[in-house]
């Protein structure tokens, strides 16, 4: 069975940093390209990183790029999102996701406030 699992979750200040996991099950991250999704209250889910395993560069959504850095450990099966001097527009539920398998997490909550 194909399951992604989100862990990392939480409350920061602004300018803090966390760090996302997303452990895979049933099937080897490796071979698939990973993506970082996000959705903010009242907004569109949209799409923050790309890890993609075809030309194995790293895409990310312009407003965090110099701040979040996708990675993947393929020995924990894990790809990770660090993100860096958060701010309060960082603030959404964040899903990892592999497209070629129609494959979501169950979301973790990343809330930046003072």
């Known amino acids: 069975q194909v399951q992604l699992v989100e862990s990392g979750g939480g409350l920061v200040q602004p300018g803090g940093s966390l760090r996302l996991s997303c452990a895979a099950a049933?099937?080897?991250?490796?071979?698939?390209?990973i993506a970082w999704f996000r959705q903010a209250p009242g907004k569109e889910r949209e799409g923050v990183s790309c890890?993609?395993?075809?030309?194995?560069?790293?895409y990310y959504l312009d407003s965090v790029k110099g701040r979040f850095t996708a990675s993947r450990d393929n020995a924990k099966n894990t790809v990770y999102l660090q993100m860096d001097n958060l701010s309060p527009d960082d603030t959404a539920i964040y899903y990892c996701?592999?497209?070629?398998?129609?494959?979501w997490g169950q979301g973790t909550q990343v809330t930046v406030s003072s």
């Open positions: 996701n592999v497209g070629k398998l129609g494959a």
């Open positions: 049933g099937f080897t991250l490796d071979y698939y390209s």
């Open positions: 890890l993609n395993a075809n030309d194995g560069r790293t």
